[in-house]
Each structure stands twice: as C-alpha cells, then as structure tokens.
C-alpha cells in the first residue's frame, strides 16, 4: 500500500514539473519573438531616418529651388509667354538671351557678405529685369570678371511644371553672368546648358552687358 501511494506521489510529482517545464518554454519562446520584433522595428525605424528624402512640396529644402522658395515667394508670380519662347529651357535666340514659357516665383538675392534674402519685388520690376536681360546682345564668350558684389537668383517654374534656378550674377562694368540651374536630387543643384538655337552651341554660363539691370539689382540691394 505505501509503495502504491509512493509510486502515485512520484508521478504527480513529475507531472507538475513536465508541466511547468513546458510552460517556462512556451514564454520562453513568446519573450523570444517579442524580442525579435522589436529588433526588426528598430531596424526598419533606422531604415527609414537613413533614406534620403526629395521632395517637391515648398518644405522641401533638399533642392535648390524648393531652398529659395523657402526664403519667401512672390504675392503673384510673374508669367512669362510667347510663341518664340521653349517650354522648360532658356535660349539664345538672334543673339539675345530667351526665357521659356513659365512663371517666376521667387527673387532672392545673395550679396557680397553671402548672406541671401527674398526681395518681394513687384511685378512690374520682375518684368523690367526680364526685358532687360532679354533686350540686350548676349555672349557665349566670357572677357567680364565677377565682382562679387551681388547675385540675383530667379525661381523660375517652366510650363512643363519644372523649376529651374536662373543666376545673375554681377561682374565688372555693368556686365551679369548668367547660369541656369534645375533641380537635382544628388547634387542640390545642376548646371543646365544654355543653348543658342542657330548655332547649337550649347553654354554653361553666358554674358550679358545692361545699365538697366544694374539699375534694377542696385535698387533691390539699397
């Protein structure tokens, strides 16, 4: 009789500890997978903040011209349109520099100290600028040296909906430097050709001479 109530003993025994065994297992394995878990979240959350952003939206500062409209935009943006006028490249048409259909959205300029602010010009002065630039003969060869004293940048959107930055920038005896710029996710900013439709020349940086532009910039520095 006592070995039988010694043998019931033992196996109750046994079965509490195979129970609890397997218990301590079962968390064992839950503690695992919840671990695992979190390791991939944090590894997808590291992920994510590591990837490069673009953006086209007006918060973006990853681009250059998205950099410039942060500064501050026009109270209206100052469209541009002809029949002789490309949809996203400006060109040199007879000698004369050409802007494209499109619309500029922004005037920012960069003085000598290199600190840049938006200038809400008016209209009517973007205008001037512009016909100004446009009036005047226009050189693929350079014989001006920038005088750093100043450089207006054009936030310019094209009727293809894209942007390009158009710099000016002053050189000695009233003559401007002119580059052209598109967005670029890698490099901020890349230089785009300006191209002279009779000769098919194309240009990373054009000269032009113009009192009037001087006029222009000299008031928006002042």
Aim: with cysteine; aromatic share 6%.
């Amino acid at each position: 009789m006592r070995i039988k109530k010694f043998v019931a003993i033992t196996m109750i025994s046994l079965l509490l500890l195979t129970g609890c065994g397997g218990n301590d297992q079962k968390n064992a394995t839950q503690q695992e997978s919840q671990t695992q878990d979190t390791v991939n979240d944090q590894n997808e959350s590291t992920a994510q903040t590591n990837t490069p952003e673009y953006s086209n939206s007006t918060t973006s500062q990853n681009v250059a011209s998205q950099y410039y409209l942060s500064l501050g935009t026009l109270e209206k943006e100052v469209e541009l349109e002809g029949n002789d006028r490309d949809f996203d490249e400006v060109e040199i048409l007879n000698g004369k520099l050409i802007f494209p259909n499109g619309a500029i959205q922004s005037v920012v300029i960069k003085e000598s100290d290199g600190k840049e602010r938006f200038i809400q010009a008016t209209e009517q002065e973007v205008r001037n600028l512009i016909n100004a630039l446009e009036s005047v003969d226009c050189s693929g060869t350079i014989t001006a040296t920038s005088d750093k004293k100043s450089e207006v940048i054009l936030v310019y959107k094209t009727k293809d909906t894209e942007y390009r930055t158009v710099s000016i920038e002053s050189a000695e005896n009233n003559h401007y430097l002119i580059r052209v710029k598109e967005d670029d996710r890698d490099e901020f900013a890349e230089i785009e050709d300006i191209s002279d439709r009779n000769s098919e020349q194309d240009y990373d940086v054009v000269q032009v001479k113009s009192q009037k532009v001087s006029e222009i910039i000299n008031h928006w520095i002042e």
